[in-house]
């Protein structure tokens, strides 16, 4: 069982960073691949960003490509997500989620990940 817990979320005008961290209570953490995501009210939740289990490989979303960076500190289980110039379009609840490695590589797609954490709503304002 992986407990996940994120914060670092607030409001923030248009153009401001917020930095969102997910700390996870399991005994290896670098048996997760990590991810990202976020939902806004009225639609589906979507990926952000995801991490392998080393930081070796990640991904990202279209939309956060050059504005968000996903990294993580394997001692202090911790993943975190830089978010940079914020849009009002990027107003959502950001979930992180873990993915075991025994289930194969970093994927971008929501069920494929086993555990996830309560939320942290973010707010953008124009």
């Known amino acids: 069982q992986v407990l996940l817990v994120e914060s670092g979320g607030g409001l923030v005008q248009a153009g401001g960073s917020l930095r969102l961290s997910c700390v996870a209570s399991v005994r290896t953490f670098s048996s997760y691949h990590m991810g990202w995501f976020r939902q806004a009210p009225g639609k589906e939740r979507e990926f952000v960003a995801a991490?392998?289990?080393?930081?070796?490989?990640?991904l990202y979303a279209d939309s956060v490509k050059g504005r968000f960076t996903i990294s993580r500190d394997n001692a202090k289980n911790t993943v975190y997500l830089q978010t940079n110039s914020l849009k009002a379009e990027d107003t959502a609840v950001y979930y992180c989620a873990a993915r075991s490695i025994n289930t194969g590589v970093v994927v971008t797609t929501p069920s494929r990940y086993n555990y996830w954490g309560q939320g942290t709503q973010v707010t953008v304002s124009s």
């Open positions: 991490i392998g289990w080393s930081g070796g490989s990640t």
